[in-house]
């Protein structure tokens, strides 16, 4: 099956064309050097070089997050615009999970922790299996303020973050410095596939977003009849 794989929750987006596991052709780029926008210059690239037609396509995998919200809603809207005319599948994973799969098959690691920038002084976690790289907890992502992390994460874990960019002014001197590691458009296709194979859970079509709304609409008041 050809999947074509867009992951941009981080620093570094990656669009991907694969055949049966294997990647056809593949562009990476900053997303602090371009605008999302950058992922339309770059799909007819991926197809030209792959030599792959949108209806050759059988499925589209795309990353939810944690991350970016921005660039995570390109990327959904972007393969559900594609696969609308085929009706081919649109499978959303979670970033982060797949990144810890990636770290999972490396080895040396009981637990894994998964950390971003959640913003509002806040960062985002998950920790998982480090032999498997599944959730070592039934709801995976939990947003803490940084000062709080290290009570919260097992002992000896390895810790990977794709935003170690931005922690790293703030992180504490007393927890070990993450690798700085991102999710790969290979990784997310491969959670996808399982998904699709119907191995796993689907995953809603929606960017994972952790914090509380922002905002309120205010309620409505009842209004006396006019006489």
């Known amino acids: 099956m050809i999947v074509l794989s867009i992951e941009m929750s981080s620093a570094e987006n990656d669009v991907a064309l694969l055949r049966d596991g294997r990647v056809l052709a593949r562009r990476t780029w900053a997303a ?11 799909l007819p690239e991926v197809l030209a070089e792959a030599g792959v037609k949108p209806d050759q396509i059988g499925l589209f995998a795309v990353g939810r997050g944690p991350g970016s919200f921005s660039g995570t809603r390109v990327a959904l809207t972007t393969a559900q615009a594609f696969a609308m005319p085929g009706g081919q599948p649109v499978i959303a994973v979670s970033s982060g999970a797949a990144l810890a799969r990636t770290v999972a ?29 599944a959730p070592a907890q039934p709801a995976p992502w939990i947003t803490l303020p940084l ?81």
Request: charged share 15%; proline share 10%.
């Open 32 to 42: 602090l050097m371009f605008h999302h926008t950058r992922l339309f210059d770059l």
């Open 105 to 133: 098959a490396a080895g040396g690691a009981e637990k894994i922790a998964i950390i971003g920038d959640a913003r509002r002084d806040t960062i985002w976690l998950g920790v998982f299996d480090g032999q498997t790289g």
């Open 147 to 227: 000062a709080q992390l290290a009570g919260v994460l097992p002992a000896g874990a390895k810790i990977v973050s794709p935003d170690w960019t931005r922690l790293a002014a703030h992180w504490p001197a007393d927890l070990p410095q993450p690798i700085s590691q991102y999710p790969t458009a290979a990784a997310i296709a491969q959670l996808a596939l399982e998904q699709h194979a119907g191995s796993a859970s689907a995953e809603p079509l929606l960017p994972i977003y952790l914090h509380p709304a922002v905002a309120t609409p205010p309620a409505r008041t009842a209004t006396a009849p006019h006489a």
